[in-house]
Protein backbone atom coordinates (compact mmCIF):
# COMPACT_ATOMS: atom_id res chain seq x y z
CA UNK A 1 0.00 0.00 0.00
CA UNK A 2 1.22 3.46 -0.71
CA UNK A 3 -0.03 6.99 0.43
CA UNK A 4 0.95 10.11 -0.85
CA UNK A 5 1.08 13.26 1.18
CA UNK A 6 1.55 16.87 -0.15
CA UNK A 7 3.18 20.18 1.17
CA UNK A 8 3.82 22.97 -0.58
CA UNK A 9 1.85 25.72 -3.34
CA UNK A 10 0.32 28.55 -2.05
CA UNK A 11 -0.10 31.97 -3.47
CA UNK A 12 2.56 33.79 -5.34
CA UNK A 13 3.55 36.35 -7.84
CA UNK A 14 3.88 35.91 -11.61
CA UNK A 15 7.05 35.06 -12.27
CA UNK A 16 7.85 33.52 -8.87
CA UNK A 17 8.81 30.28 -7.86
CA UNK A 18 7.51 27.33 -5.66
CA UNK A 19 8.39 24.17 -4.64
CA UNK A 20 5.49 21.70 -4.02
CA UNK A 21 6.80 17.78 -2.22
CA UNK A 22 4.85 14.70 -2.15
CA UNK A 23 6.11 11.96 0.54
CA UNK A 24 5.43 8.57 -0.12
CA UNK A 25 4.86 5.96 2.57
CA UNK A 26 5.58 2.35 1.28
CA UNK A 27 8.45 0.22 0.46
CA UNK A 28 7.88 0.65 -3.18
CA UNK A 29 9.39 3.90 -3.91
CA UNK A 30 12.08 3.38 -5.91
CA UNK A 31 9.45 1.24 -8.78
CA UNK A 32 7.24 4.17 -8.65
CA UNK A 33 6.33 6.17 -11.54
CA UNK A 34 5.51 9.76 -9.96
CA UNK A 35 3.67 11.92 -11.94
CA UNK A 36 2.09 15.74 -10.89
CA UNK A 37 -1.07 16.76 -12.32
CA UNK A 38 -3.10 20.05 -11.60
CA UNK A 39 -6.86 20.55 -12.29
CA UNK A 40 -9.01 23.92 -12.54
CA UNK A 41 -12.41 24.20 -12.07
CA UNK A 42 -14.65 22.55 -15.11
CA UNK A 43 -11.69 20.73 -16.49
CA UNK A 44 -10.23 17.53 -16.46
CA UNK A 45 -6.94 16.66 -14.30
CA UNK A 46 -4.09 17.59 -17.01
CA UNK A 47 -0.30 15.69 -16.61
CA UNK A 48 2.25 18.34 -15.60
CA UNK A 49 5.65 16.21 -15.12
CA UNK A 50 6.44 12.63 -14.76
CA UNK A 51 9.47 10.99 -13.65
CA UNK A 52 10.25 7.34 -14.02
CA UNK A 53 11.91 4.71 -11.63
CA UNK A 54 15.48 5.43 -13.73
CA UNK A 55 14.54 8.78 -13.70
CA UNK A 56 13.84 9.80 -16.83
CA UNK A 57 11.38 12.75 -17.23
CA UNK A 58 8.20 14.22 -19.30
CA UNK A 59 6.97 17.37 -19.09
CA UNK A 60 3.70 19.06 -21.01
CA UNK A 61 4.92 21.55 -23.52
CA UNK A 62 3.39 24.41 -21.46
CA UNK A 63 6.09 23.90 -18.87
CA UNK A 64 8.48 22.55 -20.16
CA UNK A 65 11.99 25.13 -19.61
CA UNK A 66 9.97 26.05 -16.44
CA UNK A 67 9.20 23.63 -14.25
CA UNK A 68 11.70 20.30 -12.49
CA UNK A 69 10.44 17.26 -11.34
CA UNK A 70 12.87 15.56 -9.17
CA UNK A 71 12.96 12.47 -6.55
CA UNK A 72 15.07 11.35 -3.90
CA UNK A 73 14.35 7.56 -2.67
CA UNK A 74 16.33 8.05 0.56
CA UNK A 75 13.93 10.88 1.28
CA UNK A 76 11.16 8.73 -0.23
CA UNK A 77 10.04 12.05 -1.99
CA UNK A 78 9.04 13.66 -5.50
CA UNK A 79 9.45 16.60 -5.81
CA UNK A 80 7.93 19.55 -8.45
CA UNK A 81 10.33 22.80 -8.95
CA UNK A 82 7.85 25.39 -10.33
CA UNK A 83 9.83 28.73 -11.71
CA UNK A 84 8.46 31.40 -13.89
CA UNK A 85 5.34 30.89 -13.17
CA UNK A 86 2.23 32.17 -14.68
CA UNK A 87 -1.15 33.34 -13.81
CA UNK A 88 -2.07 30.05 -16.02
CA UNK A 89 -0.25 27.88 -13.98
CA UNK A 90 -3.14 28.65 -11.25
CA UNK A 91 -4.36 24.81 -10.65
CA UNK A 92 -4.80 22.79 -7.65
CA UNK A 93 -2.00 20.35 -8.26
CA UNK A 94 -1.70 16.81 -7.32
CA UNK A 95 1.21 13.77 -7.29
CA UNK A 96 0.31 10.40 -8.02
CA UNK A 97 2.17 7.28 -8.10
CA UNK A 98 1.60 4.35 -10.26
CA UNK A 99 3.50 0.72 -10.14
CA UNK A 100 1.43 -2.17 -11.49
CA UNK A 101 -1.86 -2.35 -9.61
CA UNK A 102 -0.82 0.30 -7.30
CA UNK A 103 -2.51 3.80 -8.57
CA UNK A 104 -2.72 6.42 -5.35
CA UNK A 105 -3.03 10.26 -5.46
CA UNK A 106 -1.78 12.77 -3.01
CA UNK A 107 -4.84 15.59 -1.13
CA UNK A 108 -3.88 18.05 -3.74
CA UNK A 109 -2.56 21.47 -3.15
CA UNK A 110 -3.87 25.05 -4.31
CA UNK A 111 -1.13 27.31 -6.52
CA UNK A 112 -2.52 30.41 -7.04
CA UNK A 113 -0.62 32.73 -9.11
CA UNK A 114 -1.28 36.56 -9.32
CA UNK A 115 -1.29 38.27 -12.35
Known amino acids: QVQLVQSGGGLVQAGGSLRLSCKASGITFPLLTIGWYRQTPGKSRELVAQ???????NYTDSVKGRFTISRDSGERAAYLHMNNLKADDTAVYYC?????????WGQGTQVTVSP
Open 51 to 57: IFHDGST
Open 96 to 104: NAKWLSIDT
